[in-house]
């Protein structure tokens, strides 16, 4: 595994947001979740989608809050474009399980 420096870390802003809207995208290739995420006033709303259909459905997903990268270039996926990218680990089947806080936090609050 390569090592970075601090200054590297610093470069990924990884926050916190809370998901306003979500719905299945249909057009995907493979079953994905369109998601609306809030980051407060600083960042605002960003949409995304993720391949998490395993474990959530769009109802469970609305007020949660979730860690997602939101410095990376916008990328077209199908008819959709996705602003950040939603962070998650894989289960023991490799499904993707979201990351997010244990307890309430202001959206848009920067992972330390």
Known sequence: MAEINFDDFLKVDVRV?????AEIFPEARK???KLWIDFG????LRKTSAQITAHYTPEALVGR??????NFPPRQIG???SE???????????????IGPDQ???RGGRMH
């Open 17 to 21: 947001g809370t998901v306003t809207r």
């Open 31 to 33: 079953p994905a979740i």
């Open 41 to 44: 006033d600083e960042i605002g």
């Open 65 to 70: 809050q979730v860690m997602a990268v939101v």
């Open 79 to 81: 008819p959709f474009m």
């Open 84 to 98: 950040v990218l939603v962070l998650g680990l894989p289960d023991e089947s490799g499904e993707i399980v979201l």
């Open 104 to 106: 309430a936090v202001k």
